[in-house]
């Protein structure tokens, strides 16, 4: 039997003779203290499901529009594809199945909203489909039973800290304390044990005490990969459903005088509008309980957290229905226009280029003014704080790969499980060299393996910086964009119908003045960066960019010849094809490198 610590992914799975949970079932009642509705009584529950039916009235009416205008831009892509952008080089590792188990441990667990907080035996699972899973025992989880929790961790924040967790549970609950005190006699007591705290938004503070600091880490290490994955994955694979929804939820929020939106994008489109539609229902739930949360300072946390939780848990089961139903609806309309869209998309498409020119032309002087006056200035400054933070993670991740590929050369082909995805890519790589390395004589090895690490660690550094580049772009677009919409909004959003005598009205539901126009701004703001982005490469200080002067040493198979040297001016890295179809091509010095490393890489991919 294996030991309680997380140890990497096994074959062995959980029974099926149990239901699974359902998608919240982190926000159900339990044994373990979640019980409660605080003070969320039937008539506030009713009331707090007339301002989501409300909220969501107004949400509809944004999706709707937006809808039609982003299945117009999918067929669009489907006849005129996006130019693909470059490639990476690494091999990304193949998806688990889901209930391969990564952890498990026992461990003492309790919970904030949790009257006794008392810590309980229970044995807790992680799998790759990233919940968490907390049983009565291992005995109940090898027989199959049905977790007694289940937390799926969207925006959740994980600590080892106390004091940092109890910060985040005075923020939480700061309207109802109102700056009280804990009692002298009640300053809790560190726990015995090594604990991992769980901040979970609109639920609660969970508790994991565990036997040793090994357990802590590989627990604290598996669960911020849970965060990352149920926060972030949803988003992964923009299609246009989803374009639809950021679009409406977008202008939903500057509707309401708020322009940044990225903050909330969290989970599925479900947990997304919950959250937006929380930031509504908070308010009020403070303002109607404020002088009902009486007693010491754990017992007011205790009911405003279970207040809370109720009324989350609320807010999720009216909005899970009426979002599907909107969806449904939209699909069909959508479907039902297929044909006119497509037999008219030239015409649709000619329109929307003449109204871009249109609208460019009118706001690009207002636009550029305030690139210049409000966001350029201060735009190398947010470049070197993102430089600072993702130039060192990029590092760390750097050692931890050497280290990972020293050990695997050491016990000759067990591979380590890495969480992150760059990291993972890379030891996959490695790991696809180490299985065909049986094939090497032994005089061979050694040279070979050397070459292997120095090449897979050349990759890395290729596509850590080709990822850095695009998050440094994505991220400055997010941050400076909300600035540029709000000031020129001030000048221009009144004026923006006069637009609307430019569209054809059989074209009005796929070509919407405000998305055009946004596209007008993200379009100047986006020269902007690139402008700042070419600037910090010219320094010969910055770390900014990957210097590709030593590139064609990283584009070669693990497996292959070294190349003399050279200095490729710009790299053309074309998308990957499927290794099925790509046969084994030794570099040649007549034929382009990079075409050569795509083809050597994907031949060792199917290997």
Known sequence: MRSGTEVGPTPRQSGTGSPPLPVYAHLTSSSMGASSSGLLDEARSSHVRGLVDDSFQSFSVFYRQQYPAAYFGHLQQEVEPKKQERGLLLTQRPRSEPEVVVFEAKAKFSTCDDSSRKSKDKYVVIKKNYNVEIHESQETFLRGSAAKLLLQPVGGA?????????????QACSGVLNGLKEEPSAVSVPPEGFAVHLHLPHTGLYCFLFQNESEQHHFLSALQSCIRHHSLDPWSDASYESQAFLQALRLYRQDKGHYECWEILLGSEEQVLASQFMEEVSPWLQSQLQNKVKGKRTERIRLWLATVHAAYSVVLEQLKPGLEALRTECRESASANQGPVRSNLDQITAS??????????????????????????????????????????????????????????AERGEGSQVTKKLLDSAVYTFELFLRTSARLQADQFSV????????????LDYDSRLVQKRLYEEALLQITLPTLAQRVDSSWKNELQQFEQYIFSDFSSFILVQNVYQDVLRNILSQEIQKVLQEAMSKTSSNLLLDT?????????????TPTPSTPSSPALPARQDPQTVPECPPTSDKNPNEDCKKDLNHLSSL
């Open 158 to 170: 994980a600590l080892i800290s106390e004091e940092e967790a109890q910060t985040l549970l005075d």
């Open 352 to 409: 929307q280029s003449f109204l871009l020119d249109k609208i460019r032309g009118c706001v690009r002087e207002e636009a550029e003014r305030v690139c210049s006056d409000f966001i350029s200035p201060y735009m190398p400054s947010v470049l070197d704080a993102l430089t600072e933070n993702i130039g060192s993670a990029l590092q760390e991740m750097r050692q931890t790969l050497q280290s990972q590929i020293d050990r695997a050369l």
């Open 448 to 459: 070979k393996t050397d070459r292997a690490k120095e090449r897979v660690l050349k990759q």
């Open 549 to 561: 002067s030593d590139l064609a040493l990283s584009q070669y198979s693990l497996l292959g010849q």
